[in-house]
């Protein structure tokens, strides 16, 4: 018996111990898991809103009508955030705003900076497919979330590339200088300069072999204006400079020999007029 009781002694010591303990140490609140308890209102509403984020799927997602619907799309935007799949994501944060407009979104701390992020990722992979139009308005809502910064722009920067390449590629010469220009005004790059030249230059040599002399004009002061050292321009450059001052000196060759043949013309027809009249008056000499 006395056995017992200094077990049970000792347990409610140990025990009474334990919740002193807590009760002095500030940073532990009574029944906290730390120390063995079930866990304090605030653990215990964390675990269970844990245990329902695992549990919710597309499939179990509540009707518009609920209001668990917005803590619910928050739940599946941050998971697909997480995971990196931002069409999902951005499908989520879609929804939210249609749904509940900047409040709702705005109603979860993880909502304005995981949109910012989806709708970042989202315009580079519509950049990468070539639909430049959505990408541009995915990069404006991801700006309405979060500061602009060098990833915007540099996606902004690519699709200018890629836009006056295509149009080039699709004899759209004045079009494609027309976004060429805009992203050089944004941040000059000598390599897509030097690039801009040498096709130019190509296609000036091109309309060249196809006696096209005025867009031989055109893609000549276009180069002129983009790369005037290119290497091809300035060949077809002093090739013209050539042809034109053998031409003008053929001119001059020929206008010199018409002229002799016209001074040979009338000095023969003088000569003959001379005869005509000498054989007339010698003529008139006989009578």
Not at 84 to 106: F, H, N, P, R, T
Not at 143 to 156: F, N, Q, V
């Amino acid at each position: 018996m006395n056995g017992r009781f200094f077990a049970v002694l000792t347990l409610s010591g140990t025990t009474l111990a334990s919740a002193a303990w807590a009760q002095s140490s500030p940073d532990i609140e009574i029944g906290t898991t730390r120390i063995g308890g079930p866990g304090t209102q605030r653990q215990q509403a964390v675990q269970a809103s844990v245990e329902a984020e695992e549990y919710l799927t597309e499939d179990n997602l509540p009707p518009k009508e609920s209001k668990k619907r917005i803590p619910s799309l928050h739940t599946l935007g941050a998971r697909y955030v997480g995971s990196k799949q931002w069409i999902d994501a951005c499908e989520k944060y879609d929804s939210i705003v249609d749904e509940g407009g900047s409040e709702a979104l705005e109603s979860d701390p993880r909502g304005k900076p995981n949109a910012f992020v989806a709708y970042l990722q989202c315009a580079k992979i519509a950049q990468g497919g070539g639909d430049f139009d959505k990408a541009e308005r995915l990069l404006k809502r991801s700006e309405t979330y979060g500061p602009s910064d060098h990833r915007h722009a540099g996606i902004r920067e690519k699709m200018l590339r890629e836009g006056y390449r295509k149009k080039l590629s699709n004899g759209d010469v004045n079009g494609a200088l027309e976004l060429y220009r805009q992203a050089q005004a944004k941040e000059m790059n000598e390599d897509e300069r030097i690039w801009m030249g040498d096709e130019l230059a190509k296609r000036a040599w091109t309309a060249y072999n196809n006696k096209d002399k005025r867009g031989v004009e055109d893609l000549m002061a276009k180069t002129e204006e983009i790369a005037p050292l290119n290497t091809e321009h300035r060949r077809l450059k002093e090739k013209l400079e050539f042809e034109g001052s053998v031409g003008s000196q053929l001119g001059m060759l020929a206008g010199g020999i018409l002229a002799l043949v016209a001074a040979w013309t009338l000095l023969s027809r003088w000569r003959e007029r001379a005869k005509v009249a000498k054989a007339a008056g010698s003529a008139f000499e006989d009578l």
